[in-house]
């Protein structure tokens, strides 16, 4: 069975950074992509970030600069740095395998999902 554990989310002031963590069990998914989306409260669930499975990454243009997305095929891990944090990066942030090895930006093409980790910016 397939379980992805997010862990790194938190209360965090603006213009601070913190670090999201994502956990895989139950397989192995270094030949996938896998990507990072956050969901603010009355709105959709959006991309954040992926990275395919070569290490290749794409961003939202609203993270750009200010996200990093990584992964540790070894353990199984995928990371998400987040730096000058904003009032609107607030969201719940959901890790995520997609069903092909190259960097997908749509949420119908990933396959598993964790439960998510609250992020909330304060002042």
């Known amino acids: 069975q397939v379980q992805l554990v997010e862990s790194g989310g938190g209360l965090v002031q603006a213009g601070g950074s913190l670090r999201l963590s994502c956990t895989a069990s139950g397989g192995t998914f270094s030949s996938y992509a896998m990507g990072w989306f956050r969901q603010a409260p009355g709105k959709e669930r959006e991309v954040v970030s992926a990275?395919?499975?070569?290490?290749?990454?794409g961003y939202a243009d609203s993270v750009k600069g200010r996200f990093t997305i990584s992964r540790d095929n070894a353990k199984n891990s995928l990371y998400l740095q987040i730096n000058s944090v904003k009032f609107e990066d607030t969201a719940v942030y959901y890790c995520?395998?997609?069903?092909?090895?190259?960097?997908?930006?749509?949420?119908?093409?990933?396959?598993?999902w964790g439960q998510g980790t609250q992020v909330t910016v304060s002042s």
């Open positions: 995520a395998v997609a069903r092909f090895p190259g960097i997908r930006l749509t949420a119908s093409s990933y396959a598993y």
């Open positions: 990275i395919n499975s070569s290490g290749g990454t």
